[in-house]
């Protein structure tokens, strides 16, 4: 998780600040290659929980998701892996952008935007 983090903001200090649909990348990055990628994604969610806003443990601090970037990532863990990295690959530098809202992602990404006002609070 902490490699992903640090691939998609570019530093470590940049990665603990991450809010915006990069954190989908991330996530994406992390889980996405794993056999069972949902049965991992609740090991690391500290709530055990694959739904809704939640804590995800990372081996420097706790990463923060939004109940928007969740739904984005659970419907990318529902698709082929190889049509996903195909999308990752062809928008690397929007999914990376600081700019680059959760619902943006998802479109990038061919998934169906979520719906609700996103914020970062858990």
Request: overall charge neutral; proline content about 6%.
């Amino acid at each position: 998780m902490g490699v992903a983090a640090v691939l998609v903001a570019g530093t470590e200090a940049r990665a603990d600040a991450l809010c915006d649909g990069r954190m989908v990348t991330v996530m994406w990055l992390a889980l996405g290659g794993d056999a069972h990628p949902l049965a991992t994604f609740h090991d690391l969610r500290l709530d055990d929980d694959v739904t809704g806003s939640g804590v995800v443990l990372a081996p420097t601090d706790p990463l923060s998701l939004t109940a928007q970037q969740t739904e984005v990532l659970r419907a990318l863990l529902d698709r082929p892996r190889a049509e996903v990295t195909a999308r990752v690959k062809a928008h690397w530098r929007d999914l990376t952008s600081p700019r680059t809202t959760t619902a943006r992602t998802a479109r990038l990404l061919g998934v169906p935007v979520p719906k609700g006002k996103e914020t970062c609070e858990v």
